[in-house]
């Protein structure tokens, strides 16, 4: 049955609608068997791992016949918990039911579920009670440390993170982690995300002393409920003791060799020579602070050995004078599977439909293809982006599931990074406007990791076939669409261990967060739209392989009740200006058989915070631009003040009058001009002020029809004092010792610089020999 995906964070938590849950080896428990058939009456459910903060939702397969109050408490009793969990039922929608516990469900418990189908809708007795399974996840937790950096010569910081295996709450993450130097408690700073579960840690002011100190980091899971202890102690250098500290492999967004010193490093020396990577040439280094970021231009895949020399200097001009080498692992080799880019849209080139993707250390994949019908991708993008997959039950139909081997090509080397191309017409047959998603995935059986076993904690075999997961081999159908969605969203599988997440000899590793997706929509269309504030849309439609413009395109907009509110079709340049009636949802542009669609939604729009996109607005598809002949008028002043009116569209009837208001900055109307818009659209107001007219900002309102246009005049008592002037000698280009005084007349004029004479100024001219 589907599984409820509202969000990544509850995808993580809720494995639904699985046959078998995770139970202790302690704690075996027989789970409720569910009869198929309740999939009549029942669509989705919440089932098997979840969190303790988890909701429990019930999707009815049809609307129920009582009625009811979306979001307010239920006084009857519909859900029934065994152990037992004080909480409210609540209708979220015509279909949905959830349970909201008043308080966090008992960490790693099997819960037994019972709901009261029949108090809700009219089933036959043998389906009066639906019984599930829930089972909360267990305590865990993991430290990471990153390691000592530099502030100076005399204090130091150390930070690192603590992810929980389950959402906690802040204070009880900081009572897990402790930490002092040489006995001495130290105060830890946090900055948490409890909903993704990653707690930032830093600890500052960590102060160097004549002698190196041990910094100890102790942890108890205590606060959590969990026996996991530990602690990892970290040298703190001594003052002036100039050191390599650690060197480690770095593989996040960049891959990097890390190496961290006591000191800060001094920018700009060339460390060419003195940082070295074996077997790597052509080295890039970058200096922040205490730490070096060693870059290679080749992809880096294994053991290596970072060197560092001496002669490195701090930034205080000492010398590093102690050399130091460490062994740091690349690791590129965990069994993985990976779909390159991020587009939807798959151009159909030569008739063939071929989806790249990458594998490393695997010699099979498993692939199943879920079909989305093209009478439905309105209501699927409702709820979706196009690489979305909420709600796809309702709206796709399982098509394929099947088996690809990686090991037909004896010349790859699979422990490697290596592209294949998966031909999809060799499974499906691509209807036009259908959007595929496609899942690459994979199990342990096809991993080529070197592991002596793949381990589990179990002492039974029954997880064996949970772990195939709902693919079935050599199959190139989908029978059982039940089985199919019943498996599809078992997030993580029977069995699954979250400590051991990140191991590829555990069977815990091969999980859903592994595999790669992706929903393709077969199409050449490529389509662009931007709308304006005239509700207007204007569309470019090009062909994604030439970029050549698509004529004739059929274009229609649709609201978001799917319903067709506006038609065009592109011209010879593949552009089309549509009026929107009202506000659009979606682009669907049709051409023969190929099917293009744009979400139209304000979340949908490009970034443009990185571009400069100011400019003038359009109003009502009328610009205006109003400016007068000078910036400043003092009172009593005239005024010509023009206003330019563009009317590309012919909007405006022919002597349309325009109206000009000049209010003061008292906000009274001071003036009322009606003029008939000129044919060139170039029209001059011609007022005055009065001599005692107040100062300040004073505003000029341009009205034509129901569009304004408003610009701000400068009215102020100017007392020029700027002056320009001019000292003319008669012609001479300087004057000095060599130069006789008698008989030289200077002229002095001075003006100011709006140009009048400046009078009665007193100046002086000083002699300096």
């Not at 036959?124 to 000592?148: A, D, H």
């Not at 592109?570 to 190929?594: M, T």
């Amino acid at each position: 049955m589907e599984a409820y995906k509202r969000s990544p964070l509850l995808k993580r938590l809720a494995v639904i609608a699985c046959i078998a849950i995770f139970i202790s080896c302690n704690n075996k428990s027989k789970l409720a068997e569910i009869d198929p058939a309740f999939s009549k009456f029942i669509d989705a459910y919440t089932s098997g791992v979840v969190s303790k903060k988890n909701t429990i939702r019930i999707q009815l397969a049809t609307e129920a016949a009582t009625t009811h109050t979306l979001n307010e408490p239920l006084k009857e009793t519909l859900f029934e918990f065994s152990p037992s969990v004080e909480g409210k039922a609540y209708w979220t929608d015509a279909r949905t039911i959830e349970f909201k516990p008043d308080k966090d469900l008992q960490t790693d418990k099997l819960y037994e579920v019972s709901f009261k189908l029949s108090k809700v809708i009219n089933v036959p007795s043998q389906y009066s009670t639906f019984r599930f399974n829930i089972q909360t996840l267990k305590p865990s937790f993991e430290v990471n440390e990153y390691g000592l950096k530099s502030n100076g010569k005399e204090t130091m910081t150390l930070s690192g993170e603590i992810i929980t295996a389950d959402v906690e709450e802040s204070g009880k993450v900081e009572k897990l982690l402790n930490a002092s130097l040489d006995n001495m408690q130290l105060k830890i700073a946090w900055q948490h995300n409890e909903a993704n579960r990653a707690h930032d840690f830093i600890i500052n002011n960590i102060q160097r002393k004549n002698a190196a100190g041990n910094l100890i980091l102790t942890w108890n899971g205590e606060s959590l409920g969990t026996d996991i202890k530990g602690q990892k102690e970290v040298i703190v250098p001594a003052i002036g003791d100039f050191k390599v500290l650690d060197a480690r492999a770095v593989q996040d967004e960049e891959q990097y060799a890390l190496v961290q010193f006591s000191d800060p490093i001094a920018i700009g020396q060339s460390l060419e020579g003195l940082i070295s990577i074996s077997q790597q040439e052509d080295l890039s280094y970058t200096i922040l602070g205490s730490e070096v970021k060693v870059y290679t231009s080749n992809r880096l895949d294994g053991a290596y050995t970072v060197s560092i020399h001496e002669g490195i200097s701090n930034q205080w001009g000492e010398k590093l004078e102690k050399a130091f080498a460490s062994n740091v692992f690349f690791e590129n080799r965990l069994p993985s599977a990976k779909i390159q880019g991020r587009g939807s849209i798959l151009p159909n080139s030569n008739g063939k439909l071929v989806l790249p993707f990458e594998a490393t250390n695997l010699k099979a994949v498993d692939i199943s293809v879920i079909k989305i019908y093209e009478n439905n991708i309105a209501q699927f993008l409702q709820e979706n982006n196009l690489n979305g997959e909420q709600q796809l039950r309702r709206v796709g139909k399982p098509l394929v599931q099947a088996t690809v081997r990686l090991d037909n090509d004896k010349s790859l080397n699979l422990h490697k990074k290596n592209r294949f191309s998966l031909d999809l017409d060799k499974y499906i047959r691509t209807e036009p406007g259908a959007i595929y998603r496609v899942e690459i995935g994979f199990r342990p059986d096809y991993s080529l990791y070197t592991c002596n076993e793949i381990s589990n904690d179990k002492n039974d075999d029954e997880e064996d076939d949970d772990y195939n997961y709902y693919y079935a081999s050599n199959r190139n159908a989908v029978d059982d669409d039940k089985e199919f969605w019943r498996r599809y969203d078992d997030y993580y599988p029977y069995g699954y261990n979250w400590e051991q997440r990140d191991n590829p000899c555990h069977k815990s590793y091969y999980n859903k967060e592994r595999f790669a997706s992706r929903n393709i929509l077969a199409s050449n269309i490529g389509l662009t739209a931007k709308r304006g504030n005239n509700k207007s849309l204007f569309v470019a439609a090009t062909n994604i392989l030439t970029t050549e413009p698509l004529s004739n395109v059929e274009l229609e907009v649709l609201d978001y009740q799917q319903q067709v509110i506006a038609k065009a079709k592109s011209n010879d340049d593949g552009i089309a200006v549509i009026d929107l009636p009202r506000k659009p949802y979606l682009l669907i542009a049709k051409q023969g058989n190929e099917r293009g669609y744009l979400k139209l939604d304000d979340g949908g729009s490009l970034p443009l915070s990185r571009f400069d996109v100011s400019g003038d607005e359009v109003k009502n598809g009328i610009k205006g631009f109003i400016f007068g002949e000078r910036g400043v008028w003092r009172p009593g002043d005239s005024l010509f003040l023009s206003c330019i009116i563009e009317d590309k569209d012919n909007k405006l009837p022919q002597d349309h009058p325009i109206e000009m208001e000049l209010i003061s900055p008292r906000g009274q109307l001071y003036k009322h001009l009606v003029q008939i818009n000129a044919n060139d659209g170039f029209n001059v107001f011609r007022t005055a002020t009065d001599a005692d007219a107040p100062t300040g900002n004073w505003l000029c309102k341009v009205k034509i029809g129901n569009t304004t246009f408003e610009k701000k005049l400068k009215i102020e008592t100017v007392m020029p004092n700027r002056l320009k002037i001019d000292l003319n000698f008669n012609g001479l280009d300087a004057l000095g010792k060599n130069v006789p005084h008698s008989g030289i007349n200077g002229t002095l004029t001075a003006k100011w610089l709006f140009g009048a004479t400046a009078q009665n100024l007193k100046a002086s001219c000083a002699n300096h020999q």
